[in-house]
């Protein structure tokens, strides 16, 4: 089973639309979480970090639930700069900062 | 300042022989990471550098891929008798230290083995 299991696919929405994308992640003892942002044929680059109790950056949410090992973003008034594809990331929390990535998903926001 | 950067930018090479790939980190961070990312697939770590030594190698493919840090700086991968497979980008991450620390990434090595 893959560390992080994420839906590719692409989600095709018109600007101004809400869209949210959800991630599981396989290990418990995982402790950090983020979502990184990746333009075509460009390196991924930190989104935002996602906290236990939820967090907020503009129009953009995370939320996690330890529970059930589920992340999730959710972006608001979708812009056609949003279009990327969404990585979700997942550190163990040890000394050694491996990232474990989602596959991603791909977004696509048309006029 | 300045970010991540990797050389080359692109390599094409033929099956069987062998590759550098460099990665100069941001200046004070003493932690580097190397992943590569092939077509369609996500982000596989290869291998994890704190200072010059690699607490981590578990993600290197075979014994034919190896790399070296030095002066706790610079960091090139090796991957010797290049197969097709091998084909992918190869991207470098820096971070201020180990842990959960932010990630920066270089903007990859688009490796095609011929």
């Known amino acids: 089973r893959k560390e992080v299991e994420q839906d590719p696919g692409p989600f095709n929405v018109p600007e101004g639309a809400t869209v949210a994308f959800n991630c599981t992640y396989s290990n418990s003892a995982s402790q950090s979480f983020f979502w990184y942002r990746q333009d075509c044929r460009k390196e991924p680059k930190l989104l935002m970090s996602?906290?236990?109790s939820g967090n907020e950056d503009g129009r953009f949410t995370a939320q996690l639930n330890r529970a059930s090992q589920y992340i999730s973003l959710l972006i608001r008034d979708s812009k056609l700069s949003d279009s990327a594809t969404y990585l979700c990331?997942?550190?163990?929390?040890?000394?050694?900062?491996?990232?474990?990535f989602g596959r991603g998903t791909q977004l696509t926001v048309w006029p | 300042g300045a970010g991540v950067s990797q050389s080359p930018s692109n390599k094409v090479t033929e099956k069987g022989k062998d590759v550098e790939l460099r990665c100069d980190p941001i200046?004070?961070?003493?932690?580097l990471y190397w992943y590569r990312q092939s077509l369609g697939q996500g982000l596989e770590f290869l291998i994890y550098f704190q200072g010059n030594s690699a607490p981590d190698k578990s993600g290197l493919p075979s014994d034919r891929f190896s790399a070296e840090r030095t002066g706790g700086s610079v960091s090139t991968l090796t991957i010797q008798r290049t197969q097709q497979e091998d084909s992918a980008v190869y991207l470098c991450a820096s971070s201020l230290g180990g842990g959960p620390s932010e990630q920066y990434f270089g903007p990859g090595t688009r490796l095609t083995v011929t």
């Open positions: 990331v997942v550190n163990r929390g040890s000394t050694l900062g491996r990232l474990y």
């Open positions: 200046s004070g961070h003493t932690a």
């Open positions: 996602v906290y236990s």
